[in-house]
């Protein structure tokens, strides 16, 4: 019976580890720190292939979210400074919109689409492109990176699911 209390507590902690993923940190890997720990002290509960489909889903998740910007700008038809621009704008955007938008999880998130876009529009104007375009591009950017980061979230929430059903199993 107390064993059950540790299980449940786990899954609860990892929700909250889970939470952190909609504000751009690394909830997904704290889940997956947590859960080896509580696979280390109880060594019966977690197999070895769940951690490790975990350790790859987040590994995916990391990579969508840390592309989806620059694959957005350059599906709009940005170049390869575009695709840079959006990756250090949605880095910059999103603790800038943690700080200056207070709303949680849409902060961080309008905050990154938000650096990304705006990133990629200067560039692309020092480059001497027309306005519209710009724009365009500048949007793909941020649209991606409201695609990559949901796709982190969606990540997360199928690494939760797995820890906890495996936990119960």
Excluded: C, D, H
């Excluded at 060594?43 to 790859?56: C, D, E, K």
């Excluded at 987040?58 to 170049?79: L, P």
């Excluded at 207070?102 to 529009?121: C, E, R, Y």
């Excluded at 027309?130 to 979230?153: D, N, V």
Aim: hydrophobic residues 65%.
């Amino acid at each position: 019976m107390f064993f059950y209390f540790w299980l449940i507590l786990l899954v609860i902690v990892n929700a909250f580890w889970l939470g952190l993923v909609f504000f751009s940190l690394p909830g997904n890997w704290l889940m997956i720190i947590t859960t080896i720990l509580f696979a280390l002290w109880q060594r019966s509960i977690f197999s070895i292939y769940t951690i490790i489909a975990a350790v790859i889903l987040a590994i995916i998740g990391e990579v969508i979210e840390f592309f989806a910007g620059a694959g957005g700008a350059k599906a709009a038809g940005g170049g390869k400074n575009t695709m840079a621009a959006a990756i250090i704008g949605a880095i910059a955007g999103a603790v800038l919109g943690t700080v200056l938008i207070p709303v949680p999880i849409f902060g961080t998130l309008l905050g990154a689409s938000i650096g990304a876009g705006l990133a990629v529009l200067i560039v692309e104007r020092k480059a001497g492109k027309e306005l519209k375009p710009s724009f365009k591009t500048a949007a793909g950017a941020g649209f991606g990176q409201i695609l990559g980061t949901s796709a982190k979230i969606i990540i997360g929430v199928a690494i939760w699911l797995l820890f906890t059903i495996a936990a119960f199993l």
